[in-house]
Structure formats: C-alpha cells, structure tokens
C-alpha cells in the first residue's frame, strides 16, 4: 500500500495535470477557491514548501518562492514534465525525514496526509518544526475518529485513504498558545485548514 512507481501512474498523474483526466486543470477544480483563499491568507509572499506536491501544479498559484517534495520517481517523471520551471527536491517523507526540510514560510500539504496511514505522526512532526504556517488541503476529518481505508487511486493502485481526528488536531495545535486555527469543509468529510503558530522566539 505504497507510491510505487509505475508508468500507468505516472502517466495518469501527468494527465491529471494537463486535465485530461478529470477534465479540469488545477485552476478550474472545484475546490481551487479553498485553495486560493488559503494561500491568500499565508500571505502569497516568501518560501512555500509544498509536501508531496505530485506534478506541483500548486506551483502555478503561489507569489512567491516555491519548492515542491515527493518521492525521487514522481519528481523526475511528472513534476519537472509538468512544471519544470520551478524547484523540486526528491525527499521521501517520514517522521525522521522533516528535519531535513528545506526552511519555508509556508508548509503547505494538499491531498498528502490523506494517502498516509501515520498522519498524525506527520502532522505532529510538521507542526514541531520552525515553520510558522501549515497549510493542510483536501483532508478526510472526524470529530473524534481517526483510521485509514484502501482505496483506489491512480491507475487502480491501492493506498490508504486516512481519516485524522479534528480533536486530535485541535490538541496539537493548542501545543502553542496564540495559535490561530481556519477550518473550511469543501465536500463530504473533506476539509481544508490552516494553522498560523504565532510563536514568540
């Protein structure tokens, strides 16, 4: 129940990205408002590291710099074919791994924690480090719940499909005191939100 690469996946992410797939590019996705209004609020201004970021299309939206993380073959075969013209690392993301983040402004995850059965384990790793302000897009929430499904995912590959708990993000945030907290529902159990540390050094 891993990312393994494949050439049916790569070519489904690639076409995931031009639109051909599920007929809309990034920008004229459903849920791109969310996403806009999200950034919007980080400030659209310094580093973005963007965490599994897939092809990068995020790239596309963000003002200032980008830098987008995933797995060696998925940066090699979909991300620098899609956006070559923005900065990729190869990084396969574990607890221990986040150290070795590039230092960001923005962390941002869009439909990462989601495929991941530890993602409170990533999430408490990413909100200990130095970076101010997380964004998480398109996550499967429940109030007190958390688990993982398989589920189909390019190319029919099978991977987890996770639900985190909100109260068990609600208690990592309160880790840090003047933390600020914007949760938007997109569709179903789908949300998005954004955590803004606030910490005085």
């Known amino acids: 129940m891993n990312w393994e690469e494949n050439e049916k996946i790569i070519d489904q992410m690639i076409k995931g990205s031009t639109g051909e797939l599920w007929g809309a590019r990034l920008e004229q996705a459903d849920h791109y408002k969310i996403l806009r209004d999200l ?3 980080a400030g659209q201004k310094g580093i973005l590291l963007d965490v599994g970021c897939g092809a990068g299309d995020v790239a ?3 003002n200032g710099k980008y830098i987008g993380i995933d797995l060696d073959w998925v940066i090699e075969k979909v991300s620098k074919v899609c956006n070559p013209n923005f900065d990729f690392h190869s990084m396969k993301i574990t607890p221990e791994s986040i150290k070795d983040f590039p230092d960001a402004d923005v962390i941002f995850m869009n439909a990462f924690l989601d495929v991941l059965e530890n993602p409170h384990e990533i999430f408490d790793t990413i909100m200990s480090s130095k970076c101010e302000k997380i964004i998480v897009h398109r996550q499967r929430l429940s109030q007190d719940k958390e688990y993982f499904e398989v589920r189909g995912s390019y190319a029919n590959s099978k991977i987890p499909s996770s639900v985190m708990s909100l109260n068990k993000i609600v208690s990592s945030i309160h880790k840090f005191p003047n933390a600020e907290f914007a949760l938007v529902h997109w569709q179903s159990d789908f949300y998005s ?6 910490e005085i050094r």
């Open 39 to 41: 950034l919007e609020s």
């Open 60 to 62: 596309r939206s963000w």
């Open 193 to 198: 939100f954004m955590v803004i540390k606030n």
